[in-house]
């Protein structure tokens, strides 16, 4: 293999763990993993980080782009550019909020073809199963999305209904019959429809309306479906850590069950949100300081198996004032890594724990073999970090459509210094390339 590319850095976190090395690139690939000292081979570039610590690119498997039809809240343009600068290298994108939402092969196509000119990173989908669309399913499978995703409890827009919990077996008997994966917004619409809900400001009020109790229950019910039909499922956003135990019991009992959280449950607190800040609000939502404790600890003893955004934005105008009626959504993907970093680093884990969660972890998910981990073979993307340097957010310098943001003012640890895909720095000091990201479609 010829080597073009030499990345050299005193710490460099490989599968084996972090070590100084030198990688060396041939084209798109990683063609080796060199000791630090090794000879840079002839007609090859040296690209020396320092003591920055290299990491593979970042896998989001939670983005809603919303691109074509809600433009104005997000795109593929703006969103891959966010990514890229958090050190996001792969996204998957979520099949609603964008018109069409991508529940048909036809409507697919109508998003590939409008994000194909404005990927800055690698790009996949995920389907979506509505009550309507089971003999979509399959067609949507062969032509390479990721997995679908359904609601339990009403989406938020009238294009994307809920599953009954009838019609979730129905998709679900439909999806494992070819060996798909279902991702569920998990939330009991009768323990939401019988919490209080009162409108205002006030977010213990909010906090009321989506009750633990939502969560537990209905990953109960799809803990049980799944066991019933042998079916792959994934919790999407996990908020309540009283449903931990109950999932940890259905791995250990063999279920196909995964799980993701995101970092506004794992960084912020419900303690600390000011009345009428909407831009807290998402759904499930944020919970106490006790609740985030029991979550970490659910990512350290392997229940929770990776962190990504949920990355969900709209324009200013939808953030109202009161909990009840604003948008639902939180936008992080360009803080992502610096806000779980920062975090992780404070509660005694490593970055290697941090690239396990959201790089190899989402990887593993969606079945990408050629992304999240530095070893040969695989796709030459990575993340370069400053894991001491500090910054201070300022919605100014975020790359996303609409620059709201829970974390204004937050300072965290970890700059991201230059962001690499498939062996071109697309990153470099906050300067962004040309896109040159690619579509993906699931591969096995
Ligand atoms: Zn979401």
Redesign the pocket.
């Known amino acids: 293999m010829d080597v073009n590319l030499v990345l050299r850095s005193t710490r460099v976190i490989t599968p084996e763990g972090t070590r100084p090395a030198s990688i060396a690139v041939s084209g798109e690939t990683i063609a080796a993993v060199l000791p630090y000292d090794a000879e840079v081979p002839d007609g090859a570039r040296l690209e020396d980080v320092g003591d920055d610590v290299v990491l593979p690119g970042l896998v989001d498997t939670?983005v809603?782009v919303n691109d074509p039809g809600r433009t104005e809240w997000e795109g593929f343009w703006t969103a891959t550019r966010a990514a890229a600068a958090g050190g996001i290298t792969t996204l998957l994108d979520?099949p609603l909020n964008s018109l069409p939402p991508t529940t048909t092969v036809e409507n697919l196509r109508v998003k590939q073809e409008v994000a194909r000119s404005k990927a800055h990173i690698d790009v996949g989908f995920w389907g979506g199963a509505l009550p309507d669309n089971v003999k979509d399913l399959r067609p949507l499978h062969d032509t390479g999305v990721f997995g679908f995703k359904c609601f339990l409890s009403p989406s938020g827009v009238e294009e994307f209904p809920e599953l009954d919990q009838e019609q979730l077996a129905t998709s679900l008997a439909e999806i494992s019959g070819f060996d798909g994966l279902m991702i569920v917004h998990a939330e009991d619409p009768h323990h939401l429809a019988a919490a209080p809900q009162r409108s205002g400001g006030a977010y213990a009020d909010f906090l009321a309306s989506r009750p633990r109790d939502a969560e537990n229950t209905a990953i109960e019910n799809l803990v049980n479906q799944a066991r019933r039909l042998n079916a792959r499922v994934h919790v999407?956003?996990l908020s309540s850590s009283d449903a931990l135990p109950l999932i940890a019991a259905a791995k250990a009992e063999g279920v196909k069950i995964t799980v993701e959280s995101c970092p506004h449950f794992l960084t912020l607190t419900a303690e600390e949100i000011p009345d009428g800040a909407t831009e807290f609000k998402c759904c499930p939502p944020i919970r106490e300081a006790a609740n985030q404790d029991a979550l970490w600890q659910g990512l350290a003893d392997g229940t929770i198996d990776c962190i990504v955004s949920?990355h969900?934005p709209s324009t200013a105008d939808l953030k109202t004032p009161d909990f009840a009626s604003a948008w639902g959504g939180i936008s992080s993907l360009q803080l992502g890594l610096p806000a779980i970093w920062t975090e992780a680093r404070r509660r005694g884990h490593t970055l290697e724990d941090v690239v396990r969660w959201m790089s190899e972890g989402p990887a593993r998910l969606a079945g990408l073999t050629r992304k999240g981990a530095i070893e040969a073979g695989r796709d030459a993307d990575f993340a370069v970090l400053a894991p001491d340097a500090t910054f201070t957010v300022d919605p100014a310098e975020l790359q996303h459509r609409n620059r709201i943001t829970a974390y204004a003012g937050k300072t965290l640890s970890g700059v991201v210094t230059s962001t690499w895909l498939r062996g071109e720095r697309i990153v470099d000091r906050g300067t962004l390339a040309e896109p040159t990201g690619r579509l993906l479609e699931r591969n096995n």
């Open positions: 939670h809603h979520m999407l956003h949920d969900s």
